[in-house]
T-cell receptor, first 114, second 110 residues
């Protein structure tokens, strides 16, 4: 059981470049999430997917797009990277049932935009 | 959205009980409360979840008063390894409207 995996672990982009962050979970969870965490700050929700085929905006969606490819995979795309998007990106998944809202987090992707 | 407010930092010594309070004045009727722990360079890790009254597991207790406008995470007999950032999260049952607080940095000394 790998849990939540994220690729890549590190990435450096130039302003204007695009890239996709990949996330996969093997726990058969319905809900998946993308957060960003800036230095010394808490986590802010970018997008989430309550179930396969659905996605919704979170607190800070501007500049990002997401795809829930299937139940396992949830990708985050930066179409035109900006220095303000330098951050650590965490993917998470959750069963999101009344018995448990526990989110399982991946190890993070450290992105630097120059 | 239920914003949360926590103390920025707390200090403690090994063996003491630590209580961290989170304020969430705008919590909705069906919102739940969850606490996470985060070490440097790692993703957050779930500690405990609750809706009302008191919940206890093997690592912590969560106290939620009747008005649910705040919650207190209680860590019994902390050790050096409990030094971390602790986040309070309020979310609704649809799995949306997830707001993390800015976290409380707990420093445990010997």
């Amino acid at each position: 059981n790998a849990g939540v995996t994220q690729t890549p672990k590190f990435q450096v982009l130039k302003t204007g470049q695009s890239m996709t962050l990949q996330c996969a979970q093997d726990m058969n969870h319905n809900s998946m999430y993308w957060y960003r965490q800036d230095p010394g700050m808490g986590l802010r929700l970018i997008y989430y997917s309550a179930s396969e085929g659905t996605t919704d905006k979170g607190e800070v969606p501007n500049g990002y797009n997401v795809s829930r490819l299937n139940k396992r995979e949830f990708s985050l795309r930066l179409e035109s990277a900006a220095p303000s998007q330098t951050s650590v990106y965490f993917c998470a998944s959750s069963e999101a049932s009344f018995s448990s809202y526990e989110q399982y987090f991946g190890p993070g992707t450290r992105l630097t935009v120059t | 959205l239920a914003k949360t407010t926590q103390p920025i930092s707390m200090d403690s010594y090994e063996g003491q009980e630590v209580n961290i309070t989170c304020s969430h004045n705008n919590i909705a009727t069906n919102d739940y409360i969850t606490w996470y722990q985060q070490f440097p360079s790692q993703g957050p890790r779930f500690i405990i979840q609750g809706y009302k009254t008191k919940v206890t597991n093997e690592v912590a207790s969560l106290f939620i008063p009747a008005d649910r406008k705040s919650s207190t995470l209680s860590l019994p007999r902390v050790s050096l390894s409990d030094t971390a950032v602790y986040y309070c999260l309020v979310g609704n049952q649809a799995g949306t409207a997830l707001i993390f607080g800015k976290g409380t940095t707990l420093s445990v000394s010997s």
